[in-house]
């Protein structure tokens, strides 16, 4: 009842309305954040590449222009180059074996992971050969056996210079992006899917995305992490740390390129054995390019691990190992040149 003197107000839902609804916004927030964190931590846990990897043991060490991970102290030595938008941190523990039985050299290639240069321009694959000879000289491996292997870009990069160093006795290349002309790299690479086709190659939002991220690089690695649950967080993180130049050279120059021809003739008619591996489920390579290779080149043979993708040498370190030791295990399929 209202005193006197005092108007009685009458109040309406629609007055209230605002407020629960604010409410009830926080509440489906709350609960989409609730969800979305628990569905990236059961992708996270549950992925087979994240039970897997290790970081390598070894010391980092600054090699002419590169930053290196060495393990070992015999004379013949491994070395393994990653790919692009990657680190040699990729190349885990699963790999320490092959020091048992000489030098295990793993660099961030030029441009990339703690070889990041932000004040160079050239990541051309006459800039990254000469850099990887530099690494050479400095860790005293001119003249030592070298077994060299690569994954994706890494690949590539590994025929390459396997090509100009005379004391390579057998390369490996793990899921190498072989176009015959630039114009099939573009085709496959765009055929891929909507993500590649404007993140893999030269366009405007690749350059803007790559351009936020040197200036926000923290943030991005964190971004980085977050949209990648099947991915160990370091290897998540590192895979921003590099430059728009750096990208872009290996793109253009490494794996859009077709002069990884060239270098493989100089191989072969070298008669250093190239073992070329991939995943049975990875859409990078282009479909039987490499076992016409083996039924044309002589020295030239594959391997096929039943159950990888594009991440083989990450997810399967052990496997990839044998094979670099010169011991296949089960799970694989082959034929010879």
């Known amino acids: 009842m209202a005193h006197p003197g005092q108007v009685r107000r009458k109040t309406s839902g629609w007055a209230t309305r605002p407020c629960a609804l604010r409410h009830a916004a926080r509440r489906g927030l709350s609960k989409a954040a609730a969800a979305g964190a628990a569905s990236w931590l059961l992708r996270h846990r549950t992925s087979p590449t994240v039970r897997l990897w290790a970081p390598g043991g070894g ?12 393990l070992g102290v ?18 885990g523990a699963g ?10 050299i793993v660099p961030d290639v030029l441009g990339f992971g703690a070889s990041l240069d932000p004040h160079r ?12 000879d530099a690494m050479a000289t400095a860790l005293d491996l001119d003249g030592v056996p070298l077994t060299v292997a690569g994954h994706s870009m890494g690949a590539v990069l590994a025929l390459h210079w396997a090509a100009r160093r005379p004391e390579v006795r057998r390369v490996l290349t793990f899921s190498a992006p072989l176009y015959r002309t630039t114009e099939e790299a573009d085709r496959h690479i765009r055929a891929m899917g909507l993500l590649e086709g404007l993140f893999a190659l030269e366009t405007p939002l690749a350059r803007w995305t790559c351009a936020w991220m040197c200036e926000h690089r923290e943030l991005a690695q964190w971004i980085s992490v977050a949209i990648s649950p099947q991915w160990p967080i370091p290897l998540a993180r590192l895979g921003v740390d590099h430059t728009w130049p750096a990208y872009l050279g290996g793109m253009n120059t ?4 077709p002069s990884w021809q060239d270098s493989m003739e100089r191989l072969v008619d070298r008669g250093v054995p190239v073992w070329m591996v991939n995943g049975a489920r990875d859409p990078v390579p282009v479909p039987g390019l490499v076992d016409q290779l083996a039924d044309e080149m002589p020295t030239i043979e594959t391997r096929t691990h039943a159950h990888a993708g594009h991440d083989l040498p990450i997810t399967y370190a052990a496997w990839c190992a044998r094979l670099l030791a010169g011991t296949p295990g089960p799970g694989s399929t082959g034929r010879r040149g």
């Open 59 to 70: 010391s980092r060490v600054r090699a002419g222009p590169l930053t290196v991970r060495a």
């Open 74 to 91: 015999r004379r013949a030595a491994t070395v393994l180059l990653h790919g692009i938008a990657g680190t040699g941190e990729a190349f």
């Open 95 to 104: 790999y320490d074996t092959l020091a048992d039985d000489g030098r295990l």
């Open 121 to 132: 321009d050239d990541f051309s694959l006459p800039a990254h050969l000469d850099a990887l």
């Open 254 to 257: 490494i794996i859009r390129s």
